[in-house]
């Protein structure tokens, strides 16, 4: 407000003088600050709302892939056996029988102090043979068997190794294959590549002290048992993958009987994802509702005025309710969407019945994923053309909000300065006028002490 300069001569308050006079000229600024919080309530609002529609993109486009909808349940009559089924399966079932689970080799040392050298001295080489026949030559850096560990787990040998305890300060080492399965197998020899190749190196499991724990083996299973079909699958692991097309087992036990497996449309999964799609339609719908909503308002004197709200009258909104409604509600390859389950209401939303679609799936189950996918997609476009970050038009909104919001931002920072230069100015005016005052008070009350001060005359009659 600056310098108070109240009734310096003139006993007026000069300074409610300025603020009065200020709040007149300040009334162009004042405007501006207004329609700038309107703005950005107006951009925070767009923004909610185009998050909604990105939300409803992502969802809709997801179920309009392909396949999206291809769900399937697996399911089997042994808990030895589990199933999965991807979208790439088809409904069925199939027998099978695992006669055999999945091994990774391991073997074990006779219990050493230290690891043997060979006629230089020097450590001996010890060397690993895969299941393919590649040899892998590992040269410790002493005889510690610390380092015979360290050198084998280095190199890509095909085996890992570990210093086991054996008693009275020996060890074992035990050697764990890397690769699961019959694949995985190895042999460790001692000595080097050259001696193996020769056959004269040492079988390190042909030691009586030493064993293989365990074998590698695949995991088998046997498809039509007892028939003129009867086949037999592996797999490294305990997984049997695309035992049909898109579905994978995996086995926890060996089976005595055939396990069935079963893949059936996962009518539920299907039912949710629609039913996700219309409430997510539903979202974007009741928030343009919420915002065009037009509320009435009285007065004390009681007169009624009715209020839009901030997306009452704009085209731009309710271009965009419009196709997301349209999307959702209009026929696909001349059926309602109602068929399916999605049903529109007078108030403008619309409601899910699941029992319905599952109805139409146990009809028709391709026809009807079809459709349902088309309808996803009609909304993942309709939502798209709302958000696209360089061509929606929610988002072109909002940038035309963010542009209009800057430009009042740089009127108001420019009618600060010249408001600031205003009040400079009135304050200078009503100081030199109090100066101006006092120097006139002054005057007056020099003037009174002079003309007090002549001597006065008495006059008498004759």
Do not use: C, H
Request: proline letters at 3%.
């Amino acid at each position: 407000m600056g310098t108070s300069i109240d009734g310096l001569a003139s006993g007026l308050n000069t300074t409610s003088i300025i603020n009065a006079l200020m709040s007149v000229e300040a009334l162009p600024q004042t405007q501006l600050k207004t329609k700038l919080a309107s703005d950005q309530t107006m951009i925070s609002t767009l923004q909610s709302f185009n998050t909604k529609l990105a939300t409803l993109r992502d969802l809709a486009t997801g179920d309009s892939a392909a396949n999206a909808l291809n769900l399937f349940t697996a399911s089997t009559t042994s808990t030895s056996l589990t199933a999965t089924a991807t979208t790439a399966a088809t409904a069925g079932s199939i027998d099978l029988t695992v006669t055999q689970l999945a091994q990774t080799q391991v073997s074990v040392t006779a219990a050493m102090t230290s690891w043997p050298t060979d006629g230089t001295g020097a450590p001996m080489s010890l060397t690993l043979v895969d299941s393919t026949g590649k040899q892998t030559e590992v040269v410790p850096a002493s005889t510690s068997l610390d380092d015979v560990v360290s050198a084998i787990n280095g190199v890509a040998g095909g085996a890992r190794a570990v210093k086991v305890p054996a008693g009275n300060g020996s060890y074992r080492l035990q050697l764990t294959a890397t690769t699961s399965g019959a694949a995985g197998a190895f042999t460790a020899y001692q000595g080097t590549a050259a001696q193996v190749t020769a056959g004269t190196a040492t079988n390190l499991m042909a030691d009586p002290a030493a064993a293989v724990v365990k074998t590698a083996q695949d995991a088998k299973a046997t498809l039509y048992a007892g028939t003129a079909a009867e086949q037999t699958v592996t797999s490294s692991s305990n997984t049997f993958t695309d035992i049909l097309p898109g579905v994978s087992v995996t086995a926890s036990a060996v089976s005595t009987s055939p396990v069935t497996v079963t893949i059936a449309s996962d009518t539920a999964g299907i039912s949710k994802k629609a039913g996700d799609l219309v409430s997510a339609v539903n979202d974007v719908l009741g928030f343009v509702s919420i915002y065009t909503a037009v509320s009435s308002k009285t007065d004390d004197n009681g007169v009624t005025t009715p209020t839009g709200g901030i997306f009452t009258g704009n085209s731009t909104v309710r271009t965009v309710n419009d196709q997301v409604l349209t999307a959702l509600s209009m026929p696909v390859n001349g059926q309602s969407p109602s068929v399916y389950g999605i049903n529109i209401t007078k108030s403008g939303d619309f409601t899910f019945d699941a029992a319905k679609l599952a109805t139409a799936l146990a009809a028709d189950p391709v026809g009807t994923q079809s459709a349902l996918q088309s309808i996803a997609s009609r909304v993942s476009d309709a939502a798209t053309a709302a958000t696209d970050p360089f061509s929606g038009a929610i988002t072109n909104l909002i940038k035309g909000q963010q542009s209009e919001a800057s430009d009042l931002g740089n009127q108001i920072s420019d009618w600060d300065q010249r408001l600031a230069s205003r009040r400079a100015t009135l304050q200078a005016v009503y100081t030199n006028m109090e100066v101006l005052l006092g120097g006139l008070q002054s005057q007056s009350s020099w003037l009174s002490g002079q003309i007090s001060s002549l001597p006065t005359t008495s006059s008498t009659g004759a």
